[in-house]
């Protein structure tokens, strides 16, 4: 089987307005501008595309499994109906301290969804706003872009300082 191309995208900070207090419902879910289009323009180019996001407020107790299925159904919903289209949906919901291999920088909802959709990783991109997503696409070997939609680029840009690395673009 020939391995494809996809585009990843985090969500909060390039899809929707990041919130310091986590996006805890549909009514606080926000599009960035021009997300909409962005995306339709990605579906008539045929690229997939993936949502490769941290869910900490799950580990937290902030909110439930339950409502974030909920969040990224009606996400997916508003995207489809603007004429794009999102392939899939991997989060990582424990707590920052759990020590798990998903949540960003590590690469293991990259790696997941390049078995479960056929992705070839090297061949891709990683879009995000913060130097997690830029490591966790390095990782991997994605190109990656950094997006300064969503966080403080000067804070993004110390970040990266520190942890040696750059984005592609």
């Not at 941290?54 to 339950?66: D, E, L, P, T």
């Not at 960003?104 to 479960?116: E, I, R």
């Amino acid at each position: 089987m020939r391995r494809k191309p996809a585009v990843f995208l985090d969500r909060d900070g390039v899809i929707n307005f990041d919130r310091t207090d986590y996006v805890k419902s549909w009514d606080e879910f926000r599009f960035l501008p021009k997300v909409l289009a962005a995306l339709r323009r990605l579906r008539e180019a045929r690229c997939e595309v993936y949502i490769i996001t941290n869910q900490a407020g799950i580990g937290r107790g902030i909110f439930s499994y339950r409502t974030l299925l909920s969040i990224h159904l009606r996400m997916q919903i508003a995207v489809r109906k603007a004429g794009g289209m999102i392939h899939g949906i991997q989060f990582c919901p424990h707590h920052p301290d759990a020590g798990c291999d998903c949540r960003k920088p590590a690469p293991g909802m990259l790696k997941k969804a390049a078995v479960k959709y056929g992705i070839d990783l090297s061949r891709s991109y990683f879009v995000g706003d913060s130097a997690k997503d830029i490591l966790a696409g390095h990782a991997v070997d994605c190109t990656t872009i950094l997006v300064q939609s969503g966080t403080n680029p000067d804070k993004v840009s110390k970040q990266l300082r520190q942890s040696g690395t750059t984005p592609t673009f």
